[in-house]
């Protein structure tokens, strides 16, 4: 059998999907043909891939082996494509990169906007996302930089430069919430106000509970658990909670007076950003040039203190 690049995609849309329908649909594909194909990869490899049930297919243990193999050769062959497209004058490159919303609206635009004045033409595929699925999107080949607080090394990520960015988190509500313009706030009183928080399990959360636990303080009050930025933002707004965010997230905001930031220093942090990569393949020269910028970036907040701020963090 001689692999080619729509047998390994059509792998991995199996395996993302956990259904061979929902694999040929990506694939434009009929069902019986992606079931030939993974037969046949299968045959090839002399091992079962996936376990069949009635709802549909699961990786296995030689499946979950395979995998990151393919997700390595699936995305250094896209890049391959780009660059000889590049080299051909058919496009000026393609760099994807992904972060979770506060890098993207904020570090990530900045070095983006200074990549692409230098280099009119080139392609930039973002993709906003939180911690645990951007580096799942990393690992499959979807991004080939991610930009995340949370700190992660294994045998398939590593750590695409030593600079790291930073960004500064505090406690965001509408002026005309009860404990804005007060001077002095005791955590307790701010734990029993209601909060618009990412779900529980999200770093930013739990390391929200944890300030809160090692004060004393074991109950805050939730009013909004929720993925979406904007939500938080409009009950935060609108609906009297309170939010905890970096600055960016919030800055305009707070510049139309919609949002004050109360002075807590117990819950105001510079947070830490880490550039990673995976460990097998080649950066395109796109991702080599954003991450330069962003380095650049790096440097330059370290040169003035951009993103200081009170706290343990």
């Known amino acids: 059998m001689t692999w080619d690049q729509r047998t390994l995609s059509t792998f991995l849309a199996t395996a993302k999907h956990g259904s061979f329908g929902r694999a040929a649909r990506e694939m434009h594909l009929t069902q019986p043909a992606v079931t030939r194909i993974i037969r046949r990869l299968e045959a090839h490899l002399g091992a079962p891939?996936?376990?069949?049930?009635?709802?549909?297919?699961?990786?296995?243990?030689?499946?979950?082996?395979?995998?990151?193999?393919?997700?390595?050769?699936?995305?250094?062959?896209?890049?391959?494509?780009?660059?000889?497209?590049?080299?051909?004058?058919?496009?000026?490159?393609?760099?994807?990169?992904?972060?979770?919303?506060?890098?993207?609206?904020?570090?990530?635009?900045?070095?983006?906007?200074s990549?692409?004045?230098?280099?009119?033409?080139?392609?930039?595929?973002?993709?906003?996302?939180?911690?645990?699925?951007l580096l799942m999107a990393l690992k499959r080949g979807e991004v080939d930089l991610a930009i995340s607080p949370e700190p992660y090394l294994d045998d398939e990520i590593t750590l695409a430069c030593p600079d790291p960015l930073h960004d500064l988190v505090e406690v965001f509500a509408s002026p005309r919430h009860p404990l804005a313009g007060r001077d002095s706030i005791p955590?307790?009183?701010?734990?029993?106000?209601?909060?618009?928080?990412?779900?529980?399990?999200?770093?930013?959360?739990?390391?929200?509970?944890?300030?809160?636990?090692?004060?004393?303080?074991?109950?805050?009050?939730?009013?909004v658990l929720s993925r979406s930025v904007n939500m938080l933002k409009s009950m935060t707004v609108q609906g009297g909670q309170m939010c905890w965010m970096p600055r960016g997230l919030v800055a305009l905001e707070v510049e139309a007076g919609d949002l004050v930031a109360l002075p807590i220093p117990e819950l105001t942090f510079r947070r830490t950003f880490q550039i990673y990569r995976r460990r097998m393949g080649q950066l395109p020269p796109a991702a080599v040039k954003l991450l330069r910028a962003l380095q650049a970036l790096a440097h330059s907040q370290a040169g003035d203190g951009s993103g200081d701020g009170s706290g343990d963090g």
Do not use: C
Not at 85 to 108: F, I
Not at 115 to 133: H, S, Y
Not at 198 to 219: K, M, N, S
């Open 49 to 113: 891939l996936f376990d069949r049930t009635t709802t549909g297919v699961t990786l296995n243990v030689y499946g979950k082996a395979f995998l990151p193999y393919a997700s390595t050769v699936d995305a250094e062959m896209a890049n391959a494509e780009d660059l000889l497209d590049s080299l051909r004058g058919a496009s000026k490159g393609v760099v994807r990169v992904g972060g979770v919303g506060s890098v993207v609206s904020g570090h990530l635009a900045t070095a983006l906007q």
């Open 187 to 223: 955590l307790p009183e701010v734990a029993s106000h209601p909060w618009a928080l990412p779900p529980l399990d999200t770093p930013i959360t739990r390391e929200l509970q944890r300030r809160f636990f090692a004060r004393g303080v074991e109950t805050v009050e939730i009013g």
């Open 115 to 133: 990549l692409l004045a230098d280099q009119p033409g080139l392609q930039a595929q973002v993709t906003e996302e939180i911690e645990d699925k």
